[in-house]
């Protein structure tokens, strides 16, 4: 599953091959961070200890869109948003990272869901899972945070173990609906600003994140596990006169560059109607914090400058892979 500023969606960074994760939410856009960033977090457990530093310091140490923390995130809500980015960042690394089998993957994921369910139960989690679970436990405790979008990331994370192929989009979608999403619901909790209105917007926001980074990584997709990954709907490839060979190997493109150009222009519009569809959302929050406003403005204009590179390669993300340079850091930052 990934703000420059806060943890806003989780979306998936496929490219196990490079530093990746990106922004401050969870959601991934392929934005080249500035330089290694760190979350300082002081969390007092109720005994009025400090907890291990493994909550005081968190690198990001895979490639990220956006850094995991910036100065645009309000000081108060550094602390959750380590304890929710570590979490996600490391069970996001169980599915997709390293040399397990399935199976382990599976058994170390369900792990998580028990030490989910311990939290809730007021029970200790496992020492082996304390660096990872109590800071969330804290936050449980200390403000409520729900952890039922917790859980329903491991549900798409354990997901990503057993599906690599998406028959329709409406199946697309409802993988996103727990791959991405949860995050948003997560981040507008710590806002205050849960409404039905802001949580639709929220969900489109970060489905059009998560789908961004997808298209953008069709071609380091195809080299993912023991049969590559696909997130373009089967049915529309079919549609289109593609086979999934043609996917994996970028045949699609060389068979008739200029279909493959308007099956990609289908993708990457249906992506900005839902940008589009959250677009009232930076400025409604933005009048409870400008900071909070600010850094939802700038993911998503970063996710949409990227659908437009990948626009104006006529769809060759085989051959181009869409990032944004501090050329594209500055667009978007003097933008209004």
């Known amino acids: 599953m ?5 943890l806003w969606c989780p979306g998936r960074d496929s490219n196990s091959y490079t530093l990746r994760r990106q922004n401050l939410n969870l959601v991934r856009l392929p934005i080249s961070p500035p330089g290694q960033q760190l979350i300082a977090a002081t969390i007092l457990p109720p005994n009025g200890h400090l907890l ?10 895979h490639y990220e869109n956006f850094p995991v923390a910036s100065l645009l995130l309000p000081k108060p809500l550094r ?9 996600a960042r490391s069970a996001d690394d169980i599915a997709d990272e390293g040399t397990d089998t399935p199976e382990v993957r599976l058994a170390k994921l369900k792990a998580y869901g028990h030490a ?5 139960a007021s029970r ?6 304390a660096p990872i679970f109590e800071p969330l436990a804290y936050e449980h405790r200390r403000i409520g945070l729900p ?5 329903a990331l491991i549900s798409a994370f354990m997901q990503d173990v057993v599906q690599d192929r998406y028959a329709t989009y409406d199946e697309l979608l409802d993988y996103c609906s727990r791959s991405a ?36 990584d069709i071609a380091i997709d195809a080299n993912k596990g023991a049969h590559g990954r696909i997130y373009l709907p089967q049915d529309e490839i079919a549609q289109w006169g593609y086979t999934e060979s043609d996917i994996l190997t970028g045949n699609a ?13 289908f993708q990457t519009e249906r992506v900005y109607a839902l940008f589009n569809r959250g677009q009232h959302l930076p400025t409604r929050l933005g009048k409870l914090s400008w900071r909070i406003g600010q850094e939802l403005r700038l993911t998503v204009a970063g996710g949409q400058r990227i659908l437009a590179k990948i626009d104006a390669v006529d769809g060759d993300v085989y051959q181009h892979r869409p990032t944004l340079n501090w050329q594209d850091w500055f667009a978007l930052l003097v933008r209004r």
């Open 181 to 216: 999403n949860p995050v948003g619901h997560l981040m507008l909790f710590l806002f205050e600003a849960d409404s039905p209105e802001n949580r639709l917007e929220s969900d489109a926001i970060c489905t059009a994140l998560q789908l961004t980074n997808h298209w953008q």
């Open 147 to 151: 952890l039922a979008p917790c859980h």
């Open 253 to 265: 493109r060389l068979k008739d560059p200029a279909q493959w150009s308007r099956f990609m222009r």
């Open 124 to 129: 200790p989690v496992p020492s082996e899972l």
């Open 116 to 120: 989910l369910e311990a939290i809730e």
């Open 2 to 6: 990934r703000l420059l500023g806060i």
């Open 52 to 61: 291990p530093r493994y909550t005081t310091k968190m690198a990001v140490d």
């Open 79 to 87: 602390a959750p948003v380590a304890a929710i980015y570590r979490f």
